[in-house]
């Protein structure tokens, strides 16, 4: 199974903050990675698929980059709607991975 | 817009069978999308379970390929998750989602709780 660990799992910030999460996957997975977000008891929000297509209907402030193996979801200014889990996935073999998670949790 | 929408027993007993159906509205499942199951146990993070195909071409995750079967009803627009032999492990939400860009996951049911338990 290809492994997809994030960092940092948790981290603090604030309001206006410029947040960058980043998801290693441990042989290359090409362009087959896709960032979710997920507010307690609601299921995941699809944001960027294919590592950096923005999903229809997402603010412009978030953003993906990356190939290979190392890749970045951006949130360019933190609102508070975005304190939330995020996670990344890949797709490019089966079974297909989830990273772990990353709460981003108000400062 | 596509929804989906998870129903089945909230409570199973260990060594029974787990039962879910997702039933699809706003899109069909006839289209060229796969349809997939994820779960999450309490307080942890997402697990692909597998995906079905409208051809009835399944994919499952090894870690629970002895135990789970994902069939589709193109005739009622759902599709289901049988895992048989469940432990107290099992216990999580279960989503399903269709499969859209990339093999991402973009729309995804509300979520079943399941508990396995006595």
């Known amino acids: 199974d290809i492994q997809m660990t994030q960092s940092p799992s948790s981290l603090s910030a604030s309001v206006g903050d410029r947040v960058t999460i980043t998801c290693r996957a441990s042989q290359s997975i090409s362009g087959y990675l896709h960032w979710y977000q997920q507010k307690p008891g609601t299921a995941p929000k699809l944001l960027i698929y294919a590592a950096s297509s923005l999903e229809t209907g997402v603010p412009s402030r978030f953003s993906g980059s990356g190939s290979g193996t190392d890749f970045t979801l951006t949130i360019s200014s933190l609102q508070p709607e975005d304190f939330a889990t995020y996670y990344c996935?890949?797709?490019?073999?089966?079974?297909?991975?989830f990273g772990q998670g990353t709460k981003v949790e108000i400062k | 817009q596509v929804q989906l929408q998870e129903s089945g027993p909230g409570l199973v007993k260990p060594s029974g069978t787990l039962s879910l159906t997702c039933a699809v509205s706003g899109g069909s499942l006839s289209s060229n999308n796969w349809w997939s199951w994820v779960r999450q146990p309490p307080g942890k993070g997402l697990e692909w379970i597998g995906e079905?195909?409208?051809?009835?071409?399944?994919n499952y995750n090894p870690s629970l390929k002895s135990r789970v079967t994902i069939s589709i009803d193109k005739s009622k627009n759902q599709f289901s998750l049988t895992l048989n032999s469940v432990t107290a492990a099992d216990t999580a939400v279960y989503y399903c989602a269709r499969v859209g860009n990339r093999g991402s996951n973009d729309y995804w049911g509300q979520g079943a709780l399941v508990t396995v338990s006595s």
């Open positions: 079905v195909y409208r051809t009835e071409s399944t």
């Open positions: 996935q890949q797709s490019s073999s089966y079974p297909q991975t």
